[in-house]
């Protein structure tokens, strides 16, 4: 496999220097500066390029290329918004990067409800908590209907936190949920924006009368559109998989388990529709069996998020370590290793640890947590190589 690290720019505390000592090979980037809907120049792509080249090392991966949140709705902008994706994506084929990574999750990229849950060994790790989750759907959001997508018994736990929860700690279930692990990603929430729940209401608004089937045919139009330039140009087009893998807010999701990936890969019969494998997004669906699925759907696979979570009695769930959880790295290396050899992948989410916290690093980004990470995974790829 060849080694990745999502880095995010120019701007990133982390250097590429950093990164050529620690054993990464390629970079998974986006050009974040551009605000969503605009056409990625072949200038700004190439002065990208050539500035991770002069580093040592190589451009492998576009996480993301974003679509355009009218484009999941079929808003009226949707056509043109589309026209700009597939120049965009013309362009990145013509500078030779030809593995993209988007996503079609509506309104909400990935979601946890806190990004400092301390475990004993004096780490941190993101978490997910179905109560506090549901108090701030229900009593936050305060969404029409909310209370009846939840089960009984975690009604009961959110009216018994409505009697404790404490001003600031809603304030940071806002700053979480809407705005810290959307602002680094999804153009929609910024950290200046003035009212986040106000404007979190609207954009959930657009989805309204809108389906799973719906947004699958969405999903189709899109890809419709787009694949024909991906082939033109040899890019493989990587849809990441839900974050958490089942229903939120009321928003359709569309790529969480078996069924919903048989779809896609289906919707548009093409060697450039593909996949990327995130274990840890599907491992935090029960109903997932992650080394059945890296069976599966290995030959459609064109990039791997090795990172593993714990579901927790409850339903809560947390990152965990890379060599323990859900994901089951080990045995989806040997999979992979066996059925892609040569795949790109990068580790994720990693622990804060020796004083990361402190370094306001993009949550789930840490340095050092993902050093150990990547380490841990190393190791992994050693032993199998030599088995």
Not at 232 to 261: E, M, Q, S
């Amino acid at each position: 496999m060849e080694k990745t690290w999502r880095w995010f720019g120019e701007q990133d505390p982390i250097t590429l220097a950093m990164l050529r000592q620690i054993g990464v090979e390629g970079v998974v980037t986006a050009l974040h500066q551009v605000p969503d809907g605009e056409v990625w120049s072949a200038a700004a792509i190439a002065q990208r390029k050539n500035y991770i080249e002069s580093h040592g090392l190589k451009w492998s991966v576009v996480e993301s290329l974003p679509v355009s949140e009218a484009i999941k709705y079929a808003g009226p902008d949707r056509d043109r918004l589309i026209a700009g994706y597939k120049q965009s994506l013309a362009n990145l084929g013509q500078a030779g990067i030809t593995t993209v990574v988007y996503n079609f999750m509506p309104v909400i990229d990935w979601i946890r409800t806190d990004l400092h849950h301390q475990l004993p060994d004096g780490t941190s790790t993101l978490y997910f908590d179905q109560v506090r989750f549901a108090y701030f759907d229900c009593c936050i959001l305060n969404r029409e209907g909310a209370a009846a997508d939840y089960p009984e018994q975690l009604m009961q736990q959110v009216q018994a936190l409505k009697e404790t929860i404490t001003e600031q700690e809603i304030a940071d279930l806002v700053d979480t949920i809407i705005v810290k692990t959307q602002g680094f990603v999804n153009e929609n929430f910024k950290g200046d924006v003035v009212q986040p729940v106000a404007l979190f209401r609207q954009l959930l608004d657009r989805y309204k009368g809108i389906g799973p089937d719906q947004l699958r045919e969405n999903l189709r139009y899109f890809l419709q559109e787009v694949i024909p330039v991906a082939e033109r140009y040899g890019i493989k087009l990587c849809i990441h998989p839900d974050d958490p893998p089942f229903a939120v807010l009321g928003l359709p999701r569309i790529v969480g388990n078996t069924h919903d990936i048989e779809w896609l890969l289906d919707a548009v019969d093409s060697p450039s529709n593909g996949f990327t494998f995130c274990a840890g997004s599907l491992s935090a669906g029960a109903h997932n069996d992650i080394p059945a699925m890296a069976r599966k759907f290995a030959a459609k696979t064109h990039f791997l998020h090795l990172r593993s979570t714990e579901i927790l009695p409850g339903g809560d769930f947390m990152e965990a370590s890379h060599t323990e959880g859900r994901g089951h790295l080990v045995e989806l290396i040997r999979i992979f290793e066996a059925l892609r050899p040569g795949l790109p992948m990068r580790v994720d989410h990693g622990k804060l640890m020796l004083g990361d916290g402190d370094k306001n690093y993009n949550p789930g980004y840490s340095f050092l947590g993902r050093m150990y990470a990547l380490a841990q995974v190393s190791g992994m790829l050693a032993a199998i190589k030599n088995e």
